[in-house]
T-cell receptor
Framework: EPEVTQTPSHQVTQMGQEVILRCVPI?????FYWYRQILGQKVEFLVS????????KSEIFDDQFSVERPDGSNFTLKIRSTKLEDSAMYFCASSEGRLTNEKLFFGSGTQLSVL | RKEVEQDPGPFNVPEGATVAFNCTYS??????FFWYRQDCRKEPKLLMSVYSSGNEDGRFTAQLNRASQYISLLIRDSKLSDSATYLCVAYGGSQGNLIFGKGTKLSVKP
């Protein structure tokens, strides 16, 4: 089965530093997403991306966050100045179409630890 | 605020038991519902979609009651490998994203 790949699997950073989390969605998928899960908490939606622009974002996705599709394969999440509360597992996901009809495929996640 | 609520468990059951999980959602406009399975510190994986008519996939049966805004998952003949956290998920449509419950933890013992 095709899969979404994420790198790195673990990222440790100092508070205030910038981090970029990378994802390679499944090649024929058109919709891309970032979710996060703080340890012991629920999976939370951050942002969805379609046709090279953000289609939806949650209140978590503030000005410190940005997403980019720099080339035909990668999809990145940048956190400009990390805070302690940004520590979480970040999941990238993709789907072929809109979620009503299509399965959402998650990557294995990047565990971000902000010290 | 749109929420999905689940009993966190844990549900500790012996192998071969039948176990049922319930979930309620607050947004009556939610269009689609799913059960995901998440193993410890892994990504969520789709277990099954939930339809109003109810649907079955092997040992797993899902039901949706739109009037009560209630979703259920029944697992028959539990296996050790069923041990995981089961996430109830609603798709709100207008938000273009999935709303996850916190999950119900299942532990199947020999």
């Amino acid at each position: 089965e095709p899969e979404v790949t994420q790198t790195p699997s673990h990222q440790v950073t100092q508070m205030g530093q910038e981090v970029i989390l990378r994802c390679v969605p499944i090649s024929n998928h058109l919709y891309f997403y970032w979710y996060r899960q703080i340890l012991g908490q629920k999976v939370e939606f951050l942002v969805s991306f379609y046709n090279n622009e953000i289609s939806e974002k949650s209140e978590i996705f503030d000005d410190q966050f940005s997403v980019e599709r720099p080339d035909g394969s990668n999809f990145t999440l940048k956190i400009r100045s990390t805070k302690l509360e940004d520590s979480a597992m970040y999941f990238c996901a993709s789907s072929e179409g809109r979620l009503t009809n299509e399965k959402l495929f998650f990557g294995s996640g990047t565990q971000l630890s902000v010290l | 605020r749109k929420e999905v609520e689940q009993d966190p468990g844990p549900f500790n059951v012996p192998e071969g038991a039948t176990v049922a999980f319930n979930c309620t959602y607050s947004n009556s406009a939610s269009q689609s519902f799913f059960w995901y399975r998440q193993d410890c510190r892994k990504e969520p994986k789709l277990l099954m979609s939930v339809y109003s008519s109810g649907n079955e996939d092997g040992r797993f049966t899902a039901q949706l009651n739109r009037a009560s805004q209630y979703i259920s998952l029944l697992i028959r003949d539990s296996k050790l490998s069923d041990s995981a956290t089961y996430l109830c998920v609603a798709y709100g449509g207008s938000q273009g994203n999935l709303i996850f419950g916190k999950g119900t933890k299942l532990s199947v013992k020999p």
